[in-house]
């Protein structure tokens, strides 16, 4: 009997999951730890996580696994579990951001145990860089941390940009390369608890594109291809400082004569234009479309 009563459970649970990958096609799974405490947080979670018939997600208050089935040319876990962190829901790969978690109601307001606190009441902070290999690292605070005040969130970002622009204005493919290398390493540094809810959304959009571009650019020594690589980068990175308090001002220019007359952008802290797309070739060639503060 017992026996019997064991693949009454079990039976169903296969049947559901063959249902769901007839559904989706090119179905992959993840089962990952996803952070609740109520019924009504079971519906949070599944619909943020759907994605029309590409994704479903089924979450267990209990054991608080989530098993994401995903269609894996069209989507990833990952995507589906920053939609399901910006509801604010913290998981194996993605913290909710701090106002997002607020907004809960009181009764969904579960335990952050990947956010521990430390004795002094002050929190730790967790290093999101390898939210792409489920790994956080937690962080202690250091005394010489600047504020939020003190420093905008992304100046760790600007910063080898800037450099690496200028890398390229001068035609010097090593610079870049090497400049490119420390913007892989400010993206790692980016510190997620310190972002807005607008930041942090932005964020996890196009870290992975950032670092992608990036490292196209420190591969490579062929300058016309990191030229490439940088007019996407400057676009992913202008997107996101769009939605953040910059430490302006910063110009955003255009090249009309770039990729066979396609035209290309690029971010600067001067507003005479110093092209990085043809270097002394033309290096006045471009002008100032849009001015961040």
Same mark, same amino acid.
């Given at each position: ?93 993605? /913290? @909710?951001? =701090?106002? %997002?978690? $607020? ?8 335990? *952050?145990?990947?956010?521990?606190? &430390? ?90 594109? /950032? @670092?992608? =571009?990036? %490292?196209? $650019? ?8 990191? *030229?490439?690589?940088?007019?996407? &980068? ?60």
């Amino acid at each position: 009997m017992r026996l019997i009563s064991l693949l009454g459970l079990v039976i169903p649970v296969l049947l559901s999951t063959q249902h769901t990958h007839a559904q989706i096609k090119n179905a992959k799974t993840a089962t990952v730890k996803v952070f609740g405490n109520t019924p009504a947080v079971k519906t949070i979670i599944e619909k943020e996580g759907k994605d029309g018939q590409f994704a479903k997600v089924d979450w267990n208050q209990t054991t608080k696994l989530a098993v994401v089935t995903y269609d894996s040319s069209e989507t990833s876990a990952d995507e589906v579990l920053k939609r399901i962190a910006l509801a604010g829901f913290d998981n194996e790969k993605f /913290l @909710a951001p =701090d106002d %997002a978690y $607020i907004q809960l109601a009181k009764a969904e307001q579960y335990e *952050r145990i990947l956010k521990p606190a &430390l004795k002094n009441g002050t929190e730790h902070q967790v290093d999101h860089t390898n939210h792409s290999q489920g790994v956080q690292t937690i962080i202690q605070p250091s005394a010489n941390t600047k504020s939020a005040d003190e420093k905008t969130a992304f100046a760790l970002l600007t910063n080898p940009y800037f450099a690496l622009k200028d890398a390229l204005v001068k035609t010097d493919a090593v610079a870049a390369a090497a400049q490119a290398e420390a913007f892989q390493a400010a993206i790692k540094a980016v510190d997620m608890n310190k972002l807005s809810h607008d930041e942090h959304t932005v964020w996890m959009k196009v870290m992975n594109k /950032l @670092a992608t =571009d990036a %490292a196209g $650019i420190t591969k490579n020594i062929d300058v016309a291809k990191q *030229r490439v690589a940088f007019a996407s &980068l400057s676009n992913t990175l202008y997107e996101l400082l769009k939605v953040s308090k910059v430490d302006g001002p910063i110009y955003y220019q255009h090249c009309p004569m770039f990729n066979e007359g396609k035209g290309a952008h690029w971010l600067s802290k001067e507003n005479a234009v110093k092209n990085p797309f043809f270097g002394a070739q033309m290096i006045s060639c471009g002008s100032t479309v849009e001015t961040l503060n």
